[in-house]
């Protein structure tokens, strides 16, 4: 068992999401940078299905109530419990050691898999926690426990040469953009703009949506569309022509038009995004 | 417009863009009654359907030949074939009078145009379990009210443009309230969490 100390700004439950609810209004959910979230769970052993713990700018401190296997992915944050600890690395730790995640040097969501997996009840198939709906495990509070599960399909991997793609550089080389279904709805030069500018992720941005803010994506159309079916990653624009790309705990439908779509998968989509710390400026390409 | 045109949404899916709510039902209905290889997800909406397919297994154009095929059957099959839901509603909205005063009718006639059709969900959105219910009478397809509630109960039963739907559980809402089931209609520790689901025929029964 794991007990809660501080939960930082925000920690959940995640896993690879919610399969087969979308046509009944439950939205996909899961970790926001799925490809940290996988490699936590591979450093220590664990089963793909298994949950872990997505932190949101560091500050979480657990205890450990028994003897466990753990790592860390993702946004990189000075860790401690037996001492300094290495990042994407497995680290077997004895009974009563705290972890305490510091502020992160890099990117914005870390991942803490824990050999066995986190042990939530599954809703509707999974352990993932929906900020949007609720459905899923509660969010971490201070003194709450959790449990271990057994999810394990092998041992520990102890290779030093295991990391993940510099969140960074992705951002800094330009985020993957491929066109969306509304693309028509949008003068041509909102294309230009979308994959020309500089675009400043905004505070208000979380597992719901990406809010950037830049030039203005000017719509060659008024008008409304009726409700579309949403997929993360699809960007949407609003009247006030500053783009949200849609996270893991979007709705399943929206209104506004959608102008472009940044692909789930590969270093340079929807998980490089999932690192983008507000007030840090991104940019977009076509492939 | 033509029927059944195919939109870009990334390397994994496409928006299917239909012209009538008939031809929405007809597409998810065809597109998922058999387990079509290939096919990871549909999922309906107003007026556009999205597929989630898998391009190893499955091409753009074998695709498209399924579109097509599924737009030119008839969505009267699905209506007669589909499972009937009964709701017993009681007509106590908040909104009920108003809405009998903006249709010009009373009270009793309202509630007799609302509970007098058999609906279809067409999709849901907004939140789990909400179901988008088509074949609501023109005349009570009202605009949404210009501010919406912070709070609606669960269970309103509500108008909101062409559809109707019931809130599974409390929360802000924009909709048109007639009444309330004590049904209900979202729970996800139920083998079938949604009532709701798409396809479903629903007859609102007065109570």
Known sequence: MIEVLQPGLLATVQDLGRVGYVDIGVGRSGAADLAAHRLANRLVGNQETAATLEITLGGLSLRLRHAATIACTGAWCHLTGAGAMDWHRALSLPAGTTVRLGWPIVGLRSYLA????????????????????????????????LDVGHLIAGDPVDDPSVGLPDPARALSRGLIVLPGPRLDWFTDQAWDQLVGANWAVQATSNRIGYRLSGPPLERSRSGELPSEP??????????????????????????????????????DGLDALAQARPGRTLRFRGR | ?????????????????????EEVIAVRDGLSRPALAGIVAVVPAARTVLVEFDPAILSREALSELVQTAVATPAPNVIMTSDLVTLPVYYDGADLAEIAAWVGESVEAVIALHSEPDYIVQFCGFSPGFGYLTGLDPRLQLPRLDSPR???????????GEFTGVYPRSSPGGWRLLGHTDATVFDPGRPQPATLTPGTRVRFVPT
Do not use: F
């Open chain 1, 114 to 145: 824990i050999r066995g997996g986190v042990a939530a009840t599954p809703v509707l198939g999974s352990r993932s926690t929906d900020t949007l709906s609720g459905l899923g495990p509660p969010v971490l509070t201070s003194g709450m426990v």
């Open chain 1, 230 to 267: 949403t997929l993360p990653g699809a960007i949407q624009v609003p009247p006030d022509g500053q783009p949200i790309v849609l996270g893991p705990d979007a709705p399943v439908t929206g209104g506004y038009p959608v102008i472009g779509i940044v692909p789930r998968s590969g270093p």
């Open chain 2, 1 to 21: 417009m033509s029927a059944g045109r195919l939109l870009p949404y990334g390397d994994r899916a496409v928006l299917i863009e239909l012209s009538a709510a």
């Open chain 2, 150 to 160: 912070p709070s609606v109960p669960a269970g309103s039963v509500a108008v909101a």
